[in-house]
């Protein structure tokens, strides 16, 4: 096998193992995926959240 067809497998090995580990977060790491996913959201939006629901 050629060098670059083995370091194109070697890619998508580790980005298939990556996809499925989050997948099936658990604990800590699900809750801080869930935080930064809130925080994403906040982002795109311009403000946090909790100034939404105060009416500021």
């Known amino acids: ?3 670059t067809g083995i370091i194109t497998s070697a890619v998508l ?3 298939a193992s990556a996809a499925l580990a989050h997948s099936g977060a ?3 790491v699900k809750e801080r ?3 930064m ?3 994403g959201k906040a982002v795109k939006h311009g403000r946090p959240d ?3 629901r105060d009416g500021v």
């Open 1 to 3: 096998m050629k060098p």
């Open 13 to 15: 090995v580790g980005v």
């Open 26 to 28: 658990t604990g800590i």
């Open 33 to 35: 995926m869930d935080a």
């Open 37 to 39: 996913s809130a925080t």
């Open 50 to 52: 909790d100034e939404r």
